[in-house]
């Protein structure tokens, strides 16, 4: 008897093996293995494995429904930086897991203190690494990222993310959390963990009406609920349905979307190939009108507005706007041309009308956007300012005849706001580039443009005259920052930066101090204040040089002048506060910013220094680009600073004779040849900085240990690992760097291109824009034999 007593516990012990879908200690995973593609759960329905990205060769380390065609992924490793190369492999040890690039670095690890016996796929869709006592060390199910399964929870210190976008598996810019009272629903300071205002919330008391307090997020295999500490299962939302599931014939997953939205999602078991993912349940209703903040671009980012229609948010372009990501609809959008306080605006004819039209669009708006409301106004009226107004982008017009104007970027906005409102759109009548092109214009048009800027010329001088020769005061309006440049006291910038107390930086000529301009709405606008302080001729050439600059253009990525004081001895400058300092703090400060953060910084500053080139009326050589001149906003966006050095070019001219302007480590060769120089020496210096932005390093280090001095200058380095094939050393430690090695590898050849000893050899910043867009491909540069020679 005691045989098949035996032999019917081992029959019992392989299906309970079998249905924990066990996975041994020493089993791995790889990318390229076909024939073992996946740890699967006991029925099939959950694979853990890899997962390609699109038509790429980077993959997710994933949680998926295998039995659906599009194998929906519901959990994937790493979040900050999910993708891995071609190549990778995940490995099961008596640790945990551990994930690999091709050259066994660790991208990823999900490890216990205690021994680890087996791992398992259960079919859940929770995977767990089990101790020899049966316990679980670890599981996916308490480290979601955007989805919720039936028999998941989510506790007071769980949250789930969104994606970036469909996609884009990096954590994205809406977050679900509890602030251990309810349950929230926010944007993000992407790509920072800061939350903005909530746009949704679960309020426990309220809901009760009992001073209690949110437990858990539950998902049981009847609905999804918030779980009190006082038992109480509070609904999210009015809207939400409280009919019971059917996790027989349907599966379901709970995801934050990547446009903001908390969908419980359906798909019927069993169906064919043609079924999609049903909507059983949602919140926010309305994603459109809930987000509120006055930070962020809501649903739709920047420039755009949405609609909801059939349930999802849908996202609108204006008329002269187009998608700043073709692939990406919910990315928000960008004008065709330049728009604003530009040297290419209302100046390049009389009449703004003519460069200018408005077109109408019936009940949209962008309600946190205003920056000037004009009362008892016909719509004409508020049309005509928002013509000549050259900050005015949009202009709204009420039924209580009120106008309101807003700048570029608008955010939050949204459609199907039935109040009567009708918004005009500035767009230009022609592209920028054909104002540009003279010689195309008729002869009679041309003395027409001619005599229309003798006659602007003569308007100036003469504005500039009465200005010098009439006291100085402070122009007086709703807000400090509503007009483009404005003619300050030096009391009361005195005043706005508490006798110059709290300095931000030091630039070529002055130190640069913290203020705050107060106005009869709004004591709080937050300004940098540049003082200029050497020797009369230098300080006033220095004034007069970042005047003409910077006061005439406008692009995203230029610090933007404010006003100026020209009082006596004083000079002194006025700018946007950038919250976030310099590059150089970023790059240099010890944390590395993440691989697409330095991306967007490197495009960011090459799409300013293009407009600089060859989109400005007056083209402008900086001839000082460097990290600590390239100041960062509070969304990260990287601006261009610091013209004092700046060389303002004739139309008709493309290079200068001056004396040598620049820092030392970014100066390009002919400077000491006393030769012309171009725009090419911003080139240059674009080319050595790409590189810091690549290695996160500077680009000529003094401290270098014992055996390291081949890294000493970077440009060197940089060509000797080219040359070698020895890419990655560049960024090494950077998994998500080495993930992008393609575009890794071809930034790196764009910046050999610009740092060429010969300028005529560089590219000019609007290839270089293509090479970084990949919209043309990029040579074998050649190699140069040092670059230190440049250096001193």
Same mark, same amino acid.
């Given at each position: 008897?005691?045989?098949?007593?035996?032999?019917?516990?081992?029959l019992?012990?392989?299906?309970?093996?079998?249905?924990?879908?066990?996975?041994?200690?020493?089993?791995?995973?790889?990318?390229?293995?076909?024939?073992?593609?996946?740890?699967?759960?006991?029925?099939?329905?959950?694979?853990?494995?890899?997962?390609?990205?699109?038509?790429?060769?980077?993959?997710?380390?994933?949680?998926?429904?295998?039995?659906?065609?599009?194998?929906?992924?519901?959990?994937?490793?790493?979040?900050?930086?999910?993708?891995?190369? #071609?190549?990778?492999?995940?490995?099961?040890?008596?640790?945990?897991?551990?994930?690999?690039?091709?050259?066994?670095?660790?991208?990823?690890?999900?490890?216990?203190?205690?021994?680890?016996?087996?791992?398992?796929?259960?079919?859940?869709?929770?995977?767990v690494?089990?101790?020899?006592?049966?316990?679980?060390?670890?599981? #996916?199910?308490?480290?979601?990222?955007d989805?919720?399964?039936?028999?998941?929870?989510?506790?007071?210190?769980?949250?789930?993310?969104?994606?970036?976008?469909?996609?884009?598996?990096?954590k994205?810019?809406?977050?679900?959390?509890?602030?251990?009272?309810?349950?929230?629903?926010s944007?993000?300071?992407?790509?920072?963990?800061?939350?903005?205002?909530?746009?949704?919330?679960?309020?426990?008391?309220?809901?009760?009406?009992?001073?209690?307090s949110?437990?858990?997020l539950?998902?049981?295999?009847?609905?999804?609920?918030?779980?009190?500490?006082?038992?109480?299962?509070?609904?999210?939302?009015?809207?939400?349905?409280?009919?019971?599931?059917?996790?027989?014939?349907?599966?379901?997953?709970?995801?934050?979307?990547?446009?903001?939205?908390?969908?419980?999602?359906?798909?019927?078991?069993?169906?064919?190939?043609?079924?999609?993912?049903?909507?059983?349940?949602?919140?926010?209703e309305?994603?459109?009108?809930s987000?509120?903040?006055?930070?962020?671009?809501?649903?739709?980012?920047?420039?755009?507005?949405?609609?909801?229609?059939?349930?999802r948010?849908?996202?609108?372009?204006?008329?002269?706007?187009?998608?700043?990501?073709?692939?990406?609809?919910?990315?928000?959008?960008?004008?065709?041309?330049?728009?604003?306080?530009?040297?290419?605006?209302?100046? #390049?004819?009389?009449?703004?009308?003519e460069?200018?039209?408005?077109?109408?669009?019936?009940?949209?708006?962008?309600?946190?956007?205003?920056?000037?409301?004009?009362?008892?106004?016909?719509?004409?009226?508020?049309?005509?300012?928002?013509?000549?107004?050259?900050?005015?982008?949009?202009?709204?017009?009420?039924?209580?005849a009120?106008?309101?104007?807003?700048?570029?970027?608008?955010?939050?906005?949204?459609?199907?706001?039935?109040?009567?409102?009708?918004a005009? /759109?500035?767009?230009?009548?022609?592209?920028?580039?054909?104002?540009?092109?003279?010689?195309?214009?008729?002869?009679?048009?041309?003395?027409?443009?001619?005599?229309?800027?003798?006659?602007?010329?003569?308007?100036?001088?003469?504005?500039v005259?009465?200005?010098?020769?009439?006291?100085?005061?402070?122009?007086?309006?709703?807000?400090?920052?509503? /007009?483009?440049?404005? #003619?300050?006291?030096?009391?009361?910038?005195?005043?706005a930066?508490?006798?110059?107390?709290?300095?931000?930086?030091?630039?070529?000529?002055?130190?640069?101090?913290?203020?705050?301009?107060?106005?009869?709405?709004?004591?709080?606008?937050?300004?940098?204040?540049?003082?200029?302080?050497?020797?009369?001729?230098?300080?006033?050439?220095?004034?007069r040089?970042?005047?003409s600059?910077?006061?005439?253009?406008?692009?995203?990525?230029?610090?933007?002048? /404010?006003?100026?004081?020209?009082?006596?001895?004083?000079?002194?400058?006025?700018?946007?506060?950038?919250?976030?300092?310099?590059?150089?703090?970023?790059?240099?400060?010890?944390?590395?910013?993440?691989?697409?953060?330095?991306?967007?910084?490197?495009?960011?500053?090459?799409?300013?220094?293009?407009?600089?080139?060859?989109?400005?009326?007056?083209?402008?050589?900086?001839?000082?680009?460097?990290?600590?001149?390239?100041?960062i906003?509070?969304?990260?966006?990287?601006?261009?600073?610091?013209?004092?050095?700046?060389?303002?070019?004739?139309?008709n001219?493309?290079?200068?004779?001056?004396?040598?302007?620049?820092?030392?480590?970014?100066?390009?060769?002919?400077?000491?040849?006393?030769?012309?120089?171009?725009?090419?020496?911003?080139v240059?210096?674009?080319?050595?900085?790409?590189?810091? /932005?690549?290695c996160?390093?500077?680009n000529?280090?003094?401290?270098?240990?014992?055996?390291?001095?081949?890294k000493?200058?970077?440009?060197?380095?940089?060509?000797?690992?080219?040359?070698?094939?020895?890419?990655?050393?560049?960024?090494?430690?950077?998994?998500?760097?080495?993930?992008?090695?393609?575009?890794l590898?071809?930034?790196?050849?764009?910046?050999?291109?610009?740092?060429?000893?010969?300028?005529?050899?560089?590219?000019?910043?609007?290839?270089?824009?293509?090479?970084?867009e990949?919209?043309?491909?990029?040579?074998?540069?050649?190699?140069?034999?040092?670059?230190?020679?440049?250096?001193?």
């Amino acid at each position: 008897m005691a045989v098949p007593s035996i032999f019917f516990i081992l029959l019992l012990l392989a299906p309970l093996d079998l249905a924990l879908g066990n996975v041994t200690l020493g089993s791995t995973l790889s990318t390229n293995d076909q024939t073992n593609p996946s740890w699967l759960s006991p029925s099939g329905e959950f694979a853990f494995g890899f997962r390609p990205i699109n038509n790429t060769n980077l993959f997710l380390l994933a949680i998926w429904f295998n039995n659906i065609p599009d194998k929906t992924i519901v959990w994937y490793a790493n979040m900050a930086s999910p993708t891995a190369p #071609s190549g990778s492999h995940v490995h099961l040890t008596r640790t945990g897991l551990r994930l690999t690039n091709p050259q066994g670095q660790a991208l990823w690890t999900a490890t216990s203190q205690e021994d680890v016996s087996h791992g398992a796929m259960m079919d859940t869709g929770n995977f767990v690494l089990v101790s020899s006592s049966s316990s679980y060390l670890w599981q #996916s199910f308490n480290n979601p990222t955007d989805t919720l399964l039936p028999n998941q929870t989510l506790g007071l210190n769980g949250n789930l993310s969104s994606r970036l976008t469909q996609t884009n598996y990096t954590k994205g810019k809406f977050e679900l959390y509890f602030d251990n009272t309810n349950l929230l629903l926010s944007q993000t300071g992407w790509p920072t963990e800061s939350r903005y205002t909530s746009y949704f919330n679960v309020e426990t008391s309220s809901a009760t009406n009992v001073n209690d307090s949110a437990l858990r997020l539950v998902f049981d295999r009847s609905d999804v609920y918030v779980e009190t500490k006082g038992g109480y299962h509070i609904p999210l939302g009015s809207a939400w349905s409280d009919s019971t599931l059917d996790v027989n014939r349907f599966y379901y997953r709970a995801t934050l979307d990547y446009y903001g939205v908390f969908t419980l999602y359906s798909y019927q078991k069993g169906s064919g190939s043609n079924q999609v993912w049903s909507i059983v349940d949602y919140v926010p209703e309305d994603i459109c009108g809930s987000i509120r903040s006055e930070y962020g671009g809501g649903a739709c980012g920047y420039n755009s507005y949405c609609l909801m229609e059939n349930q999802r948010p849908t996202c609108k372009c204006l008329d002269g706007y187009s998608l700043v990501d073709p692939n990406n609809l919910f990315g928000g959008c960008q004008p065709d041309v330049s728009l604003g306080c530009g040297a290419d605006d209302v100046e #390049s004819k009389t009449n703004p009308e003519e460069v200018y039209e408005m077109k109408t669009l019936q009940n949209v708006d962008w309600p946190l956007g205003d920056y000037e409301r004009l009362y008892n106004y016909t719509q004409d009226e508020c049309q005509t300012s928002c013509w000549y107004d050259c900050n005015c982008a949009v202009a709204i017009f009420d039924n209580n005849a009120t106008c309101w104007k807003k700048r570029l970027p608008l955010s939050n906005g949204r459609g199907n706001v039935d109040r009567g409102q009708t918004a005009l /759109i500035k767009t230009r009548i022609l592209p920028r580039s054909n104002l540009h092109q003279v010689e195309k214009i008729e002869p009679a048009l041309l003395g027409s443009l001619i005599g229309s800027l003798v006659t602007n010329t003569l308007l100036v001088a003469i504005v500039v005259m009465i200005i010098r020769s009439r006291p100085k005061k402070v122009v007086q309006v709703s807000s400090a920052l509503d /007009i483009n440049l404005h #003619s300050f006291t030096y009391e009361a910038l005195k005043e706005a930066t508490l006798e110059f107390s709290e300095e931000l930086g030091r630039g070529s000529f002055g130190i640069v101090y913290k203020g705050t301009l107060k106005s009869g709405t709004n004591n709080n606008n937050v300004v940098a204040v540049k003082r200029l302080d050497r020797l009369a001729q230098e300080r006033e050439k220095e004034f007069r040089t970042e005047l003409s600059a910077i006061g005439k253009t406008c692009h995203k990525n230029l610090v933007r002048l /404010i006003g100026f004081c020209d009082e006596g001895v004083h000079r002194l400058l006025v700018y946007e506060f950038m919250s976030n300092g310099t590059l150089a703090d970023i790059l240099f400060g010890g944390l590395k910013p993440i691989w697409n953060l330095r991306v967007n910084f490197a495009l960011g500053i090459a799409r300013g220094l293009l407009y600089l080139h060859e989109e400005c009326d007056t083209p402008i050589i900086h001839c000082d680009i460097k990290p600590q001149n390239i100041l960062i906003d509070e969304h990260f966006i990287p601006k261009i600073s610091d013209f004092g050095l700046a060389k303002l070019l004739h139309s008709n001219q493309s290079r200068t004779h001056t004396m040598i302007r620049g820092t030392r480590g970014y100066v390009a060769p002919e400077w000491f040849k006393r030769v012309p120089v171009t725009s090419k020496v911003d080139v240059y210096s674009y080319g050595v900085m790409l590189l810091e /932005i690549i290695c996160c390093r500077r680009n000529v280090m003094m401290d270098m240990d014992e055996g390291e001095e081949e890294k000493a200058v970077l440009i060197d380095w940089a060509c000797d690992c080219y040359a070698e094939g020895r890419i990655d050393i560049l960024v090494e430690n950077d998994q998500e760097a080495i993930a992008d090695i393609g575009r890794l590898k071809k930034w790196v050849m764009i910046a050999i291109w610009c740092v060429q000893e010969k300028h005529e050899a560089r590219p000019t910043m609007k290839t270089v824009m293509q090479m970084l867009e990949g919209l043309i491909e990029v040579p074998n540069p050649p190699l140069p034999s040092s670059f230190t020679s440049t250096l001193i």
